[in-house]
């Protein structure tokens, strides 16, 4: 049986349907720090190692998509709550792994790179001198993961993550949140204050394309994998200004103006585009989606759940049929 922790965040909603279509309802656990009336779920706080244990055993747990964890910009406002559920929770589940013989799945993220990483085609050992709390917990649990693998055989697998967009939930304390607000704001309010420059260029992923990578990878043979700390992984390098540029396209009244704050640094210290090349060589890593795809699509999910969960949506009357929206997706 699989279990994720923080199962109801942005990544998580969306691989707990995607586990459960593979393996079955039935095979999926879900966890959070929230209570929930779904049927196969637990409250778990990640830091605390002997409810993690009980929930591992009562379930015969064999494999832990580790999703719990704190972002960037939340982690600057918080840098010791950043540390002890990043830290915190990511041991106790190398602990648990070792103990009981489990997969583990941890993402790691672009933020492990710092101001002086090279900022174009980052390869895939390079400096890692990063800027936040959030970036040192993604190069120390990198470290940590590659040594459960080396000393104790623990078989942990991980991308670094770019920033990721998604319609199902929203993202919440990360520096790259801006992408998935301008498209709210696109159908929701026609204009968005942006929190980076319009020159702001960083690599980024449709849900749908991270969702694949994870399974991907968790399915690859072990023996192919020569990464065990964490793998580079991108799909899409834009700017603030190109996406607004693109969503503009499908919604001409949308406008968009900047007003940088303290978010602007961290993004400052990230890299612009990635090679990946390695994941690709490994296990096969390949990216669907392109800015123009990821946008069309991205409207037109959103579009419709905006819709159906009777959010207001300007210009446009929910009692309405979907056509009287503002925005044009060509099929
Ligand atoms: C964040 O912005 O903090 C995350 C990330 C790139 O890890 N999306």
Redesign the pocket.
């Known amino acids: 049986m699989l279990l994720i922790t923080g199962s109801q965040g942005q990544i998580g909603s969306d691989l707990v349907t995607a586990l459960q279509n593979r393996y079955g309802v039935d095979q999926v656990l879900e966890s959070g720090r929230r209570a929930s009336d779904k049927n196969l779920y637990e409250t778990l706080d990640v830091t605390n190692h002997q409810r993690f244990r009980e929930i591992i055993s009562a379930y015969k747990i064999d494999t832990i998509y580790h999703l719990a964890g704190i972002?960037?910009?939340k982690g600057e406002c918080y840098p010791e709550r950043c540390w002890q559920v990043n830290i915190h929770g990511l041991k106790n589940v190398l602990e648990l792994a070792k103990k009981y013989s489990l997969k583990v799945f941890w993402p790691s993220?672009?933020?492990v790179f710092g101001p002086h990483t090279p900022k174009q085609n980052t390869p895939q050992t390079t400096i890692e001198d990063p800027a936040t709390m959030?970036g040192i917990t993604k190069v120390t649990g990198e470290l940590l993961c590659q040594y459960y693998a080396q000393r104790f055989g623990v078989d942990v697998r991980s991308v670094r993550?770019?920033?990721?967009i998604s319609y199902q939930t929203l993202?919440g304390g990360?520096?790259?949140?801006f992408a998935v607000e301008m498209f709210y704001a696109a159908l929701q309010q026609t204009h968005y204050t942006c929190f980076v420059r319009p020159d702001t260029r960083l690599p980024m992923m449709y849900m749908p394309d991270a969702i694949g990578a994870m399974l991907k990878l968790m399915s690859a043979d072990a023996a192919a994998l020569t990464v065990r700390s964490s793998y580079n992984l991108t799909a899409i390098s834009f700017s603030a200004a190109e996406l607004f540029a693109e969503i503009q396209k499908h919604v001409p009244t949308f406008t968009c103006d900047y007003c940088p704050d303290y978010r602007q640094a961290i993004a400052d210290s990230w890299p612009s585009i990635i090679d990946d090349t390695q994941a690709r060589q490994d296990w096969g890593w390949q990216p669907t989606y392109g800015l123009s795809a990821m946008v069309k699509d991205m409207l037109h999910q959103l579009a419709m759940r905006i819709e159906g969960s009777g959010f207001p949506v300007a210009g446009f009357d929910s009692a309405q049929p979907a056509k009287s929206l503002s925005i044009q997706i060509s099929q």
């Open positions: 972002l960037s910009a993220s672009i933020a959030y993550f770019p920033g990721i993202p990360g520096t790259t949140d």
